[in-house]
């Protein structure tokens, strides 16, 4: 057995004291998990959880006060410690008479998960292999991955994550295990099946990890719009297939949740609206579809009403070509459709969008003019929403006569329409006179 005891100087000094209130106690205390695994590749550790031979009760005893710990885990042996520094996970040895912590590491689900450390000496402890593992970048079951999937049918999704986090590669036996166990993954809660997914999405190898989840069945569960798109052909636009083309194109996008969900919907919609025409496939109106398909995910996998709004603005907007011949006010007028907070994500999106296409394009320049453009728009200050007018509502009535109404907000936008296409006309004595004139126009 080696000995890593450098460890426990990276761990937080709240997650220390749970680990020492335990031993003190005169309990036997391991790390086990992410945190050994992610310290072996060099990785600063994030999750830090432990393995001990307390009961549950001692446990909440011990660490309740000055911690507080989450009881609905604790009858199946787990106790969750919330801490100044985070969550803590704490396998309890003593449930049920299952003792040992090679016990409990025989339980994991990845020999890389596998590995333990002893508290406070760091003897680590690797009874599966999952050091030799993580030289070869495998992932690899604990014994029988079928059982072991069985027992939590999460783990294949978590299998994938941790391909797109490191670019591992499964073995032949892991991956037919994830294959056999893929139809389970219809009885995990929707909520972590979410989670994981996203987790999926922010990796740097996030093209290997989605494509795992095609090949192994997990994607027809919970994604199968995405799957639509396979092998469909597109148009010389395009050098490769909408499928293909869509995992690129998250490729390319940034490690943001908001854009890789954005650039992982945008033409899911394509494949039901693909027809050919004159001898080439056309997709009409895709974004709409894409946008209406994209809403309907989010809303299933339960995500909130704002994320869920954003993408599906990101979407319906991604189709931006031609800039280069835009008046400015239609770039304002592009500002103000998707919002500011959405600006730089939208243009992230078409960036990548554009590099998804595989063929040699101009496009991707003219994302970069229009980002230049926006940039000195926005320098410039324009009025980019009727609040920003240089007058309101009590202007309008005053001038106009108008009751105050749904009227007065119209005559708002039409004003403010006149500012987004000359912004040297939100001016408070221009837009005063253009109220007089109108409402004479109005009176006469």
């Given at each position: 057995?080696?000995?890593?005891?450098?460890?426990?100087?990276q761990?937080?000094?709240?997650?220390?004291?749970?680990?020492?209130?335990?031993?003190?106690?005169?309990?036997?205390?391991?790390?086990v998990?992410?945190?050994?695994?992610?310290?072996?590749?060099?990785?600063?550790?994030?999750?830090?959880?432990?393995?001990?031979?307390?009961?549950?009760?001692?446990?909440?005893?011990?660490?309740?006060?000055?911690?507080?710990?989450?009881?609905?885990?604790?009858?199946?042996?787990?106790?969750?410690?919330?801490?100044?520094?985070?969550?803590?996970?704490?396998?309890?040895?003593?449930?049920?008479?299952?003792?040992?912590?090679?016990?409990?590491l025989?339980?994991?689900?990845?020999?890389?998960?596998?590995?333990?450390?002893?508290?406070?000496d760091?003897?680590?402890?690797?009874?599966?292999?999952?050091?030799?593992?993580?030289?070869?970048?495998?992932?690899?079951?604990?014994?029988?991955?079928l059982?072991?999937?069985?027992?939590?049918p999460?783990?294949p999704?978590?299998?994938?994550?941790?391909?797109?986090?490191?670019?591992?590669?499964?073995?032949?036996?892991t991956?037919a295990?994830?294959?056999?166990?893929?139809?389970w993954?219809?009885?995990?809660?929707?909520?972590?099946?979410?989670?994981?997914?996203?987790?999926?999405l922010?990796?740097?190898?996030?093209m290997?990890?989605?494509?795992?989840?095609?090949?192994s069945?997990?994607?027809?569960v919970?994604?199968?719009e995405?799957?639509?798109?396979?092998?469909?052909?597109?148009?010389?636009?395009?050098?490769?297939?909408?499928?293909?083309?869509?995992?690129?194109?998250?490729?390319?996008?940034?490690?943001?949740l908001r854009?890789?969900?954005?650039?992982?919907?945008?033409d899911?919609?394509?494949?039901?609206?693909?027809?050919?025409?004159?001898?080439?496939?056309?997709?009409?109106?895709?974004?709409?579809?894409?946008?209406?398909?994209?809403?309907?995910?989010?809303?299933?996998?339960?995500?909130?009403k704002?994320?869920?709004?954003?993408v599906?603005?990101?979407?319906?907007?991604h189709?931006?070509?031609?800039?280069?011949?835009?008046?400015?006010?239609?770039?304002?007028?592009?500002?103000?459709?998707?919002?500011?907070?959405?600006?730089d994500d939208?243009?992230?999106?078409m960036?990548?969008?554009?590099?998804?296409?595989?063929?040699?394009?101009?496009?991707?320049?003219?994302?970069?003019?229009?980002?230049?453009?926006?940039?000195?728009?926005?320098d410039?200050?324009?009025?980019?929403?009727?609040k920003?007018?240089?007058?309101?509502?009590?202007?309008?009535?005053?001038?106009?006569?108008?009751?105050q109404g749904?009227?007065?907000?119209?005559?708002?936008?039409?004003?403010?329409?006149?500012?987004?296409?000359?912004?040297?006309?939100?001016?408070?004595?221009?837009?005063?006179?253009?109220?007089?004139?109108?409402?004479?126009?109005?009176?006469?």
């Amino acid at each position: 057995m080696e000995n890593i005891p450098r460890i426990f100087e990276q761990m937080p000094d709240a997650v220390a004291g749970v680990a020492e209130r335990l031993r003190q106690a005169g309990y036997a205390v391991w790390l086990v998990g992410g945190a050994v695994r992610d310290h072996v590749l060099g990785v600063p550790p994030a999750d830090w959880d432990f393995s001990t031979n307390a009961p549950t009760q001692d446990i909440l005893t011990i660490l309740s006060p000055p911690y507080r710990v989450v009881t609905f885990g604790l009858r199946h042996g787990t106790a969750h410690v919330v801490t100044p520094d985070g969550m803590v996970e704490i396998t309890s040895w003593a449930l049920n008479g299952h003792g040992g912590i090679d016990k409990d590491l025989e339980r994991r689900d990845l020999t890389i998960n596998a590995l333990a450390v002893s508290y406070p000496d760091g003897t680590l402890l690797d009874p599966f292999g999952g050091l030799k593992d993580l030289k070869a970048r495998r992932l690899r079951g604990v014994v029988n991955p079928l059982e072991r999937f069985r027992e939590d049918p999460l783990r294949p999704l978590r299998a994938a994550r941790l391909v797109s986090r490191y670019g591992f590669q499964v073995s032949r036996k892991t991956r037919a295990a994830m294959r056999d166990a893929a139809p389970w993954l219809r009885h995990v809660a929707v909520e972590r099946i979410r989670d994981e997914f996203w987790k999926l999405l922010l990796g740097p190898h996030v093209m290997e990890g989605l494509d795992l989840c095609r090949r192994s069945g997990l994607m027809a569960v919970f994604l199968p719009e995405l799957l639509e798109g396979w092998r469909k052909k597109q148009n010389s636009y395009h050098r490769y297939d909408i499928y293909r083309h869509t995992l690129l194109c998250v490729h390319h996008s940034p490690a943001q949740l908001r854009v890789r969900l954005a650039a992982l919907l945008h033409d899911i919609g394509k494949p039901r609206v693909r027809a050919k025409v004159g001898g080439t496939y056309r997709f009409y109106g895709h974004e709409k579809q894409s946008a209406l398909m994209a809403r309907d995910i989010l809303e299933r996998w339960l995500t909130s009403k704002k994320l869920t709004d954003d993408v599906v603005l990101l979407v319906e907007n991604h189709m931006v070509h031609d800039t280069d011949a835009w008046k400015d006010a239609a770039v304002r007028r592009l500002i103000r459709r998707v919002g500011l907070p959405l600006v730089d994500d939208l243009l992230e999106l078409m960036r990548a969008d554009r590099l998804a296409h595989g063929v040699p394009s101009e496009a991707l320049n003219g994302v970069e003019r229009l980002r230049a453009r926006i940039r000195r728009i926005l320098d410039e200050k324009p009025a980019l929403s009727p609040k920003a007018l240089a007058i309101n509502g009590r202007d309008v009535m005053q001038v106009t006569g108008t009751p105050q109404g749904p009227e007065v907000g119209h005559i708002l936008n039409q004003a403010f329409q006149l500012v987004l296409r000359d912004p040297a006309k939100n001016d408070r004595d221009f837009l005063l006179k253009w109220l007089e004139e109108k409402a004479m126009g109005v009176t006469s």
